[in-house]
């Protein structure tokens, strides 16, 4: 699934979005980040609710976990490239020249970034964990792990990146050992906790006020997420050969926006990108079709035979 995957987040979602969000009257930059954001999945309730059914292993468990990666390792050149794209609109004369030395040197990051991905994931991390785990001491094991994530994170920030996606490459280095399973069965609880904490906080965040002056355009641009993220990762899924309803359940399983929407939000307001109205719209947006995709992604074989009947 790896080209129809990219595909989909770069050359369809990201491009049809903006266009779109441009035609109902929104600037570049913003119509850039809610696209951006609109073009990934939430892998946290899509995995969860996968694995409560006990379908990670079938056809479509195994697409929609393979299609998630790829689209969480996209995360690392966005969050690379969005600020250097925001300074380059912001400073007002963008040339060809300077537009495209800034992208290269993006790139370079990003690639850099994911080469040390690959080469830690293999080598350095598994020695590390390897070694602790001889000692046989659940404290130190857990100590070394958390270690590793602060020091990945503090590593991105000294090199002008964000802390929270050195966290999040430290996640993908751990989760390539063979002690992975042991890492996870000792964070789980907290991840449980963080998991409730996040998504509550995120609730009291969103000012209920500017909501209520906002609400035809978020329930009009969440209608309007909904359905082409469907249609097009279900036609993606048809157009790899899949049966109908493989590409039903891959196509609900993709509609809920990620938990990086709420990063890349975060990220455009930070830079100026993003007014308070504009973040407090992404994030109503992607709590909104979260909430609006578990029920359909839960009855999805319901809702197809259903429909299939119909």
Known sequence: VFWAAFFQIVLVT??????????????????????????????????????????????????????????????????????????LYLSGTPTVVGATTVIFFQLLKAALAIVLVLFFGKTGVPFILKNVAKLQSREVYLITTIGIVFISALSAYAFGLSAGLGAFIAGLLISETSQNHMVFSEVRPLRDIFSTVFFVSLGMSIPVATLTLLWPMVIGMTVLIVVLKFSVVFLLSRFL????????????????????????????????????????????????????????????HGLYYALHSW
Do not use: N
Request: charged fraction near 10%.
């Open 241 to 300: 050969g899949y049966h109908p309803k493989t590409a039903w359940l891959v196509g609900l399983g993709l509609i809920p926006m990620s938990e990086f929407g709420f990063i890349i939000a975060s990220q455009g307001w930070s830079l100026g990108a993003l007014t308070r109205d504009q973040y407090t719209l992404l994030v109503a947006l992607t709590f909104l079709t979260i909430l609006i995709s578990t029920p359909f992604l839960s009855q999805g």
């Open 14 to 87: 990201t491009l049809l979005f903006c266009v779109l969000f441009g035609l109902l009257g929104m600037l570049f930059l913003p119509a850039l980040f809610l696209s951006i954001a609109g073009a990934l999945s939430s892998t946290v309730v899509v995995v969860k609710i996968l694995f409560e059914k006990g379908e990670l292993d079938t056809v479509p468990g195994e697409i929609l976990t393979a299609w998630l990666v790829i689209q969480d390792l996209a995360v690392i050149p966005i969050m690379i490239l969005l600020p250097g794209l925001v300074s």
